[in-house]
T-cell receptor
Framework: EDKVVQSPLSLVVHEGDTVTLNCSYE??????LLWYKQEKKAPTFLFML????IEKKSGRLSSILDKKELFSILNITATQTGDSAVYLC?????????????FGAGTQVVVTP | EAQVTQNPRYLITVTGKKLTVTCSQN?????MSWYRQDPGLGLRQIYY???????DKGDVPEGYKVSRKEKRNFPLILESPSPNQTSLYFC?????????????FGPGTRLTVT
């Protein structure tokens, strides 16, 4: 059965800290792993990862995929209060031709001033 | 601007009163989907559509209907809403060329059924 597990479920950090979020997956016929940021509204797309070992960066956020160990990490450096959100990872299900996304439960990040 | 729009954004209604939540995208995407999000359960797919007149059930289709008469629109219909359908609903779309590609989400509709 395909599944996506995120850890930790939540964390609280001070501004300026670095945060590392984990996403492990079990999917046959893996296609991609997606990271989204959700504040009090719709998920917004961060990264799509398809290849192992190639880091994707956007400002203070970066992410990398390990297809051998079946996990991805999302790093946020020099955190700001605006980084407070739920971070979701997801992957298209192997058995679904549409590419229905299987989401993890999310990691709630709270950045305190 | 490329976007997915939903209406209404907030809705409070009573049990049994039919309602429709609209979804529209301007990216000419073939694939559209409805999700509901509930605390502790994450995002779960309700229905999806792979093109005009092609729809299929997701994980939690009971109590919902959809239609896809035009490529850009994918309304979600609740014929007889019940309190257990109180939730946050998201419409999403993506291009049809790669099922691993990014999905774009609408702003969400918060529905309360009393």
């Amino acid at each position: 059965e395909d599944k996506v597990v995120q850890s930790p479920l939540s964390l609280v950090v001070h501004e300026g800290d670095t945060v590392t979020l984990n996403c492990s997956y079990e999917v046959t016929n893996f296609r991609s792993l997606l990271w989204y940021k959700q504040e009090k509204k719709a998920p917004t797309f961060l990264f799509m990862l398809t290849s192992s070992g190639i880091e994707k960066k956007s400002g203070r956020l970066s992410s990398i995929l390990d297809k051998k160990e079946l996990f991805s990490i999302l790093n946020i450096t020099a955190t700001q209060t605006g980084d407070s959100a739920v971070y979701l990872c997801a992957t298209p299900l192997s058995t679904d031709s549409w590419g229905k996304l299987q989401f993890g439960a999310g990691t709630q990040v709270v950045v305190t001033p | 601007e490329a976007q997915v729009t939903q209406n209404p954004r907030y809705l409070i209604t009573v049990t049994g009163k039919k309602l429709t939540v609209t979804c529209s995208q301007n990216m000419n995407h073939e694939y559209m989907s409805w999700y509901r999000q509930d605390p502790g359960l994450g995002l779960r797919q309700i229905y999806y559509s792979m093109n005009v007149e092609v729809t299929d059930k997701g994980d939690v289709p009971e109590g919902y209907k959809v239609s896809r008469k035009e490529k850009r629109n994918f309304p979600l219909i609740l014929e007889s809403p019940s309190p257990n359908q109180t939730s946050l609903y998201f419409c999403a779309s993506r291009s049809g060329t790669d099922r691993g590609s990014e999905q774009y989400f609408g702003p969400g509709t918060r529905l309360t059924v009393t």
